[in-house]
């Protein structure tokens, strides 16, 4: 395996692949560099002579400056870089579309086509609360259930094998929102809760109401508009005696109707796909994130759709987006995107550009615009045919943006439930989290998959161990649809299944 990686041409840095030993010699373009200090895997080291001020270069743009003079074969990081970021940009829109090429075959999963002819790959049984109070109510709800149909009910969850038809898992949704809430924070609840209640992947669901509170049922229902009423039913807690029992048979009369579901072959097209990383490494922008772009692209070509988030990972390569919108208007809704969620760090008196975390520069990434470069490698080549508000659900087909930010579960949520019936999530660091739809781990590198198979679903680090990417992305296309068709993700065999909802104001 190489010792390091230069990832394009104009760099004056190299990727370490391997933890790199001071003293010792390195070779690139037949010139001998000496490593001047000892370096981690996924860590920069100069290959020039880089001047106090001059620009570090990675991924061929500039992802930072150096603050003192630093010698070929120096270690470069936060102790001698510092972003070039500051303030809110004015962008002039230079459109650079890429075109795709269309792979031949016809690729189909095993789905489940709802009645308004949505596709889910999961048919779940889920209790949504409309307010946190009734949290508890709805575990209980759930423990009575499966304690009187434990002769009969499969959890698929609880086995190997795959596309078996039936109930896939049995799930409450908790949070802690519904009421006390005021403004946009109380919108995004009442439209978060709506699309998880009316998601393919959700094959029934009960929506629990306490009686009292600001996002009360009927006033929910206003939110959730058309729905399946044989497969959406409403309990509020206050109007019935025994809130328990009745819970146990709404979801006994969802249960019977779910067992006559079957999968049934579905074209590819059919796939709506979200994007996210998080605890990256100086890996991910090398392996994970472009092999998960590469999946994007193939996807568009197939007539299938993805969506990219994280807005605040988009800073400092954000023009390289914009310039991927396949119109103006297009444009000015990802300039609308960008800047507006600055405004929101300043009106909350917060430094725009307070990151990466202490994880990621742990990892090797030093700068938010390394950051950023790496991240939007996860969007591909594609151009960009939508922007995508804060809950609002994905409708024309191809590359999206989405208004969420950087936290793992928040914009995984928000990812889900703007349709996407799974979840990409490429890490260099590792996380057991799921969202409310199945949620794939990649690892940027081999290290993180050996050491927790338990949460890591694919290794995307054989990428720099001589694999190549067309080998890669075939195995990684026929994982995806083995997962659309019911193989099971690490966080669905670990149960882990949770939603986060943005909050940004005030709580009464």
């Not at 709800?141 to 038809?165: G, P, S, T, V, Y």
Request: hydrophobic share 35%; charged share 25%; glycine share 10%.
């Amino acid at each position: 395996m190489k010792k390091f990686i230069k990832i394009n041409e104009a760099d004056n840095v190299v990727v370490a692949l391997s933890d790199l030993e001071q003293d010792q010699k390195i070779s690139l373009n037949s010139e001998e560099i000496l490593i001047k200090d000892n370096i981690k895997r996924g860590h920069k080291m100069a290959i020039n002579n880089i001047k106090d001020g001059e620009d570090i270069i990675k991924y061929g743009a500039p992802i930072g400056h150096a603050t003192k003079d630093i010698g070929a074969g120096e270690w470069v990081h936060s102790h001698n870089t510092k972003t070039n970021l500051s303030g809110i940009s004015e962008y002039n829109f230079d459109q650079a579309l890429n075109s795709l090429n269309k792979e031949k075959g016809k690729y189909v999963f095993q789905g489940y086509r709802r009645r308004n002819k949505d596709v889910g790959i999961r048919n779940e049984l889920w209790i949504v609360p409309t307010v946190g109070c009734v949290n508890g109510s709805a575990e209980l709800i759930i423990k009575r259930f499966k304690e009187k149909n434990k002769a009969e009910l499969i959890i698929k969850r609880f086995k190997e094998k795959n596309k078996i038809d039936g109930i896939d898992a049995i799930e409450v949704f908790k949070h802690n929102y519904g009421c006390s809430q005021l403004g946009d924070d109380h919108e995004n609840t009442k439209k978060i809760l709506s699309d998880v209640v009316k998601h393919p992947n959700g094959g029934g669901v009960l929506v629990l109401g306490l009686g009292c509170e600001n996002n009360y049922v009927e006033e929910f229902k206003n939110t959730l508009g058309q729905y399946d009423d044989e497969r959406v039913k409403f309990l509020v807690t206050q109007e019935v005696a025994d809130e328990i029992e009745e819970g146990v048979k709404i979801l006994t009369e969802l249960y019977e109707k779910m067992k006559q579901d079957k999968r049934e072959p579905v074209e590819i097209l059919e796939l709506k796909i979200g994007l996210k990383c998080g605890g990256s490494d100086g890996l991910s922008g090398i392996t994970a994130n472009p092999l998960v772009g590469a999946f994007s692209d193939f996807l568009i070509s197939q007539g299938g759709s993805t969506i990219l988030t994280e807005v605040p990972e988009m800073f400092g390569a954000e023009t390289l987006l914009m310039n991927r919108s396949e119109s103006e208007d297009v444009f000015n809704k990802t300039v609308s995107l960008i800047n507006d969620f600055k405004e929101y760090f300043i009106e909350h008196k917060q430094p725009i550009y307070e990151n990466p975390s202490p994880g990621n520069k742990e990892g090797g990434i030093t700068t938010l615009e390394e950051k950023s470069l790496g991240c939007i490698q996860k969007g591909g080549k594609a151009s960009i045919v939508g922007v995508l508000k804060y809950g609002e659900v994905l409708t024309k087909k191809g590359l999206n943006l989405l208004n969420a930010p950087g936290n793992d579960l928040v914009a995984s949520t928000a990812l889900a439930a703007s349709g996407c019936q799974m979840v990409l999530f490429t890490t260099g660091r590792g996380t057991p989290f799921g969202s409310f739809v199945p949620t794939m781990k990649i690892s940027s590198n081999t290290q993180l998959y050996k050491l927790k198979p338990h949460w890591i679903d694919f290794n995307a680090g054989t990428l720099v161990e001589n694999e190549k990417m067309e080998e890669i992305l075939h195995r990684f296309v026929e994982y995806i649809l083995e997962v659309a068709s019911g193989k099971l993700l690490n966080n669905e065999v670990n149960d882990f299944r949770e939603i986060a909802i943005f909050k940004t104001g005030v709580t009464l």
